[in-house]
């Protein structure tokens, strides 16, 4: 079974740049989840997916953080514009009912 | 707002000592809650879910689930140097706690 795959590893931009991530959950999970992981801190849920319908985003920045789940496959996580306080880890996590699933995660820079 | 606390440590214990990680969670309604590992700079691994009041064994890996008293506990067994990572607490609605920075010693 192929797992959560994550794009791009790496990111390094400038404060007040935008940003995008990509995330291919695995097939038939119709959970999704980002989090933001700052280092030395637990995960923190940004968005939870159902399919293509938002579950909870009540910890998503929307002034400048956006996500979308098109046809409830793949996902994207958007930042615009970015502060550096936004240096972190993202990480996509999927799930099929028990138990979830993480992928490799999106290191970004913020300079 | 519902919260999920751990002890943040360090931990640290000898080789093939008893390691003991507790998390407390704040939402009586929390029903599942599962223990991941995350090596640095890694990705969190599943390796506990536990969604009924006791024990559950896997390995040299417990879980114990207190749904009156809102805590959830890992024990490992004969730890190892390769157990040296933090270990984080979630409940099903997928909210992490701090983590729990454990080391092994030889």
């Known amino acids: 079974e192929a797992g959560v795959a994550q794009s791009p590893r790496y990111k390094i931009i400038e404060k007040r740049q935008s940003v995008a991530f990509w995330c291919n959950p695995i097939s038939g999970h119709a959970t999704l989840y980002w989090y933001q992981q700052i280092l030395g801190q637990g995960p923190k849920l940004l968005i939870q997916f159902q399919n293509n319908g938002v579950v909870d985003d009540s910890q998503l920045p929307k002034d400048r953080f956006s996500a979308e789940r098109l046809k409830g496959v793949d996902s994207t996580l958007k930042i615009q514009p970015a502060k550096l306080e936004d240096s972190a880890v993202y990480l996509c996590?999927?799930?099929f009912g028990r138990g979830y699933t993480f992928g490799s995660g999106t290191r970004l820079t913020v300079v | 707002q519902k919260e999920v606390e751990q002890n943040s440590g360090p931990l640290s214990v000898p080789e093939g000592a008893i390691a003991s990680l507790n998390c407390t969670y704040s939402?009586?309604?929390?029903?599942?809650f599962f223990w991941y590992r995350q090596y640095s700079g890694k990705s969190p691994e599943l390796i506990m879910s536990i969604y009924s009041n006791g024990d559950k064994e896997d390995g040299r890996f417990t879980a114990q689930l207190n749904k009156a008293s809102q805590y959830v506990s890992l024990l490992i067994r004969d730890s190892q140097p390769s157990d040296s990572a933090t270990y984080l607490c979630a409940a099903n609605d997928m909210r992490f706690g701090a983590g729990t920075r454990l080391t092994v010693k030889p």
């Open positions: 939402d009586r309604g929390s029903q599942s």
């Open positions: 996590a999927s799930s």
